[in-house]
C-alpha cells in the first residue's frame, strides 16, 4: 500500500471489510464509503471510475453481481477485488478474471480467526499458463505465515495429503468465546482452533474446501460434499444460483436435493452430473425456485433453506 490507496467499504465494516480500516489510516489511505450505505451496483462503479488505487472486500455474491450489473466499471482503477465469506465457483472466478483482468484475490478465515486462515493470492488467480492452473481456483490457496494450518481426524491428528478432515488453525486465534466458556473449550482443544471446515491439502499445500461439516451429505453411507454439486450445475449456462442440501430419507439417510435459480430443466442438469460427477453424487431431486435465502452479506442461508425444505415436505 502507499499513501492515497483507498479502501471501499461496500460490505459491513463489522465483517471482513473493517480488517482494512486501520491498515489506510496507518499508510495515509482514503476510506470511501457507498452514499447508499449499502451494495448497489451501478453506484460501486461510479465510485470504481472516480477512485484510483481502489480496493474492496466483498462477498462472491457482489463481485458476480459487478460482473453483470456493472457495465460502466472499467477496471483500470481497481487495486484488488478480495472475496471471502464463502468459496467464489469456478466458473462465477473465471467471469470475474475476464471482466475485470488479473485484480482478484481470496482470502478464507472467520471470526475466530480473523480472516487470516489461508490466502488466494492474485498470481495464482492470474497465472492462466500455470498447468495447475483451474485446479488452483477451486482452493483457498496457502497458510498465511502467522498461523499454523491442519488437516485433521476425529482424534486431531493429522490426515495424509488428499484425505479430508476438518480444518484446525493455530496461532493468530481468538482467546475465547465471550462468556460462554463451553463453547470455548469445544472450539479450542490441544492447542487448536477446530473451525468446523471440512479439507483437503493437495500435492502443492493448497487447501481446498469441501464444506461445513454440518453440510455434508451421507448418502447410503457415502459422504457427499455440496459444493462438488453445485460446481457441477453452475456450468450450465441457464443455472445463475444452486445451494444444494441433504433431506432426511428412509432408504438412503439423505437424499442429495438442489435448488435452482435458473431456466434449466431438470433432465438436462441431471444429464450435466451424470457427465461431471459420479452418479451417486446427482441429485435425487430438483427444486426451482426464484430466489435462495441469502443474509445482507449475500451468503446463502443453508440452515434457512433445509427448514424450507422441511416445511415443503411437512417435517415441521
Request: with cysteine; proline share 7%; glycine share 4%.
Given at each position: 500500500m502507499t499513501p492515497g490507496d483507498a479502501i471501499l467499504h461496500a460490505a459491513p465494516m463489522s465483517h471482513g471489510s473493517g480488517l482494512y480500516i486501520m491498515q489506510h489510516v496507518a499508510r495515509l489511505g482514503v476510506q470511501v464509503v457507498p452514499e447508499s450505505g449499502g451494495f448497489?451496483?451501478?453506484?460501486?462503479?461510479?465510485?470504481?471510475?472516480?477512485?484510483?488505487?481502489?480496493?474492496?472486500?466483498?462477498?462472491?455474491?457482489?463481485?458476480?453481481?459487478?460482473?453483470?450489473?456493472?457495465a460502466d466499471l472499467k477496471p483500470g482503477n481497481i487495486r484488488t477485488l478480495i472475496w471471502g465469506g464463502a468459496p467464489m465457483y469456478v466458473e462465477d472466478v473465471l467471469a470475474a478474471l475476464d471482466r475485470f483482468g488479473p485484480r482478484l484475490a481470496q482470502i478464507y478465515g472467520q471470526g475466530e480467526a480473523p480472516m487470516t486462515i489461508?490466502?488466494?493470492?492474485?498470481?495464482?488467480?492470474?497465472?492462466?499458463?500455470?498447468?495447475?492452473?483451474?485446479d488452483r481456483l477451486t482452493s483457498a490457496g496457502k497458510p498465511y505465515s502467522n498461523v499454523e494450518v491442519m488437516v485433521?481426524?476425529?482424534?486431531?491428528?493429522?490426515?495424509?495429503?488428499g484425505e479430508a478432515g476438518e480444518i484446525l488453525c493455530r496461532g493468530v486465534v481468538m482467546a475465547g468465546y465471550w462468556q460462554n466458556p463451553e463453547a470455548t473449550a469445544a472450539s479450542l482443544r490441544n492447542g487448536w482452533l477446530h473451525t468446523g471446515d471440512v479439507g483437503v491439502y493437495d500435492a502443492e499445500g493448497y487447501l481446498h474446501l469441501k464444506d461445513r461439516s454440518?453440510?455434508?451429505?451421507?448418502?447410503?453411507?457415502?459422504?457427499?460434499?455440496?459444493?462438488?454439486?453445485e460446481e457441477a450445475l453452475l456450468t450450465h449456462a441457464q443455472v445463475r444460483e444452486v445451494s444444494v442440501i441433504g433431506r432426511p430419507d428412509r432408504d438412503w439417510g439423505e437424499a442429495v436435493v438442489a435448488y435452482v435459480v435458473g431456466e434449466a430443466s431438470a433432465a438436462e442438469l441431471d444429464a450435466l452430473c451424470l457427465s461431471r460427477i459420479a452418479r451417486f453424487k446427482r441429485p435425487k431431486n430438483y427444486v426451482f425456485v426464484?430466489?435462495?435465502?441469502?443474509?445482507?452479506?449475500?451468503?446463502?442461508?443453508?440452515?434457512?433453506?433445509?427448514?424450507?425444505?422441511?416445511e415443503k415436505a411437512g417435517r415441521r
Open positions: 448497489e451496483p451501478e453506484e460501486i462503479a461510479a465510485l470504481f471510475n472516480a477512485w484510483p488505487r481502489l480496493s474492496m472486500f466483498a462477498a462472491p455474491t457482489m463481485i458476480k453481481r459487478l460482473v453483470v450489473c456493472a489461508t490466502t488466494l493470492s492474485k498470481q495464482d488467480i492470474a497465472d492462466r499458463a500455470h498447468p495447475r492452473w483451474r485433521a481426524d476425529a482424534q486431531d491428528r493429522p490426515v495424509a495429503q454440518k453440510d455434508l451429505i451421507i448418502s447410503g453411507g457415502s459422504n457427499i460434499y455440496p459444493r462438488e454439486v426464484d430466489a435462495l435465502p441469502k443474509n445482507n452479506y449475500g451468503k446463502i442461508l443453508k440452515t434457512e433453506l433445509r427448514a424450507m425444505d422441511a
